[in-house]
């Protein structure tokens, strides 16, 4: 549950909608879909192995099964940990002021045709998003510094069933909305000349972010599995929920857009400018607005705290800090590389070549470091741990893992290959 806490959060709700809608719809979902049942699977059950034997976070973990250079597919985890944090917590930041925004008139406006100025007024004010940042980070940083992580499972055993209930509710909303057929087709009807090499590239970068992969933090989860626990079984619970949640959240978004008139490839004020008018189309929309973004949130900061874990973990176990030292330390450090993410969505900070920073630091993340850490991660185990890699998924033999012999193909040669040519046909800032 704590992975899957993990996985759903902000890349399911915010993320998925605005980059299948910058990437044409439902051709980029079916290959979604695709790269989160071939490469995002194999991925995910590699990385839990790798854990479970080692028991210990992803730098330990490679230097302590193989050595030599593998310790850096840890540090790569390392970094993606830090910079997607710092951006991560911008965007938990808008949700949580959005939380407060539904009872203080957005609905109002909203209903008023205002949902895009109210965006646009919020982003470009460049004290409310630094200091909205620096919350986010000051209750993840209390959190991890006082090592209270436990809790977050027992959290997700609520708030998922709860985000799965306002998902359905909204869902229904929007599908019966005048226009909203335009929508549905758009989302689910395939057009293949609307794919490029670029947009398969993001859908595998969307793969590994939304599952929390190639950055060694379902190795750290892997760690605290009992010897006899099913893996395939659970890595297929967790990607299962994932992507239920993308898919949801997708039929709430695409709908709405179209009946409304938003541009579908609006970027990443997609789900802020489209659910205020759904929810202003709703009896009780303020408190729906409140209770969807207030679980919003919660699901953001599961996420935000596997993230900063992994940071904090690596400066306690690399660097021989304290915890303390460690959450403190790490946690200003990435507010502080989270201001230029904060005001460059409001253009108060140049482009780096022609991309927000925001943008930049997403990019550099999800489409270069987490699928090359994936593609080290499927070559580990196809090739170099391979025996070790056998025992672990099958429990020493005790499992019938009926899909052994597929798994280890996609992890020695279908995995690397793909995102090796889709690096090759899509890599373009
Ligand atoms: N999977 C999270 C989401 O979809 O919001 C984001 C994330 C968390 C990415 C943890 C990477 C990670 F290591």
């Avoid at 479970?52 to 230097?63: I, M, N, P, Q, T």
């Avoid at 025996?387 to 798994?407: C, I, P, Q, R, S």
């Amino acid at each position: 549950m704590a992975a899957a806490g993990s996985a759903v959060g902000l890349g399911n709700v915010w993320r998925f909608p605005y980059i299948t809608g910058k990437y044409g719809g439902a051709a980029f979902v079916l290959i979604y879909l695709a790269v989160v049942v071939v490469i995002g699977m194999s991925v995910m059950l590699a990385e839990l192995a790798i854990g479970r034997k080692a028991k210990l976070d992803a730098v330990g973990s490679f230097r302590k099964l193989m050595g030599g250079a593998w310790p850096i597919v840890g540090w790569m985890g390392f970094f993606c940990g830090f910079v997607i944090l710092s951006y991560y917590a911008v965007i938990a930041g808008w949700t949580m002021a959005y939380m407060f925004k539904s009872f203080g008139g957005l609905m109002g406006e909203a209903a008023a045709g205002k949902a895009g100025d109210v965006f646009g007024a919020f982003v470009s004010d460049p004290v409310l998003t630094v200091v909205y940042l620096c919350v986010v980070m000051a209750v993840v940083i209390g959190v991890v510094y006082r090592g209270i992580s436990g809790g977050i499972e027992k959290s997700c055993k609520v708030l998922m069933p709860a985000l799965f209930g306002i998902l359905i509710i909204l869902i229904i909303r929007s599908v019966t909305l005048p226009g909203a057929t335009e929508g549905l087709r758009f989302y689910l009807l395939p057009d293949f000349s609307k794919v490029s090499g670029e947009g398969v590239l993001a859908a595998v970068g969307q793969g590994f972010f939304s599952l929390s992969l190639g950055m060694g933090i379902m190795i750290t989860y892997g760690s605290y599995l009992g010897n006899h626990e099913n893996m395939p079984h659970m890595t297929r619970i967790i990607v299962c929920l994932d992507t239920a949640v993308a898919i949801m959240a997708g039929l709430v978004i695409f709908p709405a857009v179209f009946a409304f008139g938003v541009d579908a490839g609006a970027g990443p004020g997609l789900t802020f400018v489209t659910l205020p008018i759904v929810f202003s189309k709703m009896p009780m929309g303020g408190f729906f607005s409140f209770a969807f973004f207030a679980l919003l949130f919660i699901a953001a900061f599961t996420s935000a705290i596997s993230l900063f874990e992994v940071v904090v973990t690596y400066s306690i176990d690399e660097l021989h800090w304290s915890r303390a030292k460690s959450a403190i330390v790490m946690g200003l450090a990435i507010t502080l590389l989270g201001v230029p993410s904060a005001l460059s969505v409001g253009g108060h900070i140049p482009q780096i070549f022609g991309k927000d920073f925001l943008d930049a630091a997403d990019f550099v993340t999800n489409n270069v470091v987490m699928p090359l850490g994936g593609m080290l991660i499927a070559l580990f185990v196809g090739w170099f741990w391979t025996k070790g890699a056998t025992d672990e998924v099958t429990n020493n033999g005790e499992l019938n893992f009926k899909y052994y012999t597929a798994w280890l193909w996609i992890c020695r040669v279908i995995a690397p290959l793909c995102i090796a040519l889709i690096f090759i046909n899509g890599l373009k800032w």
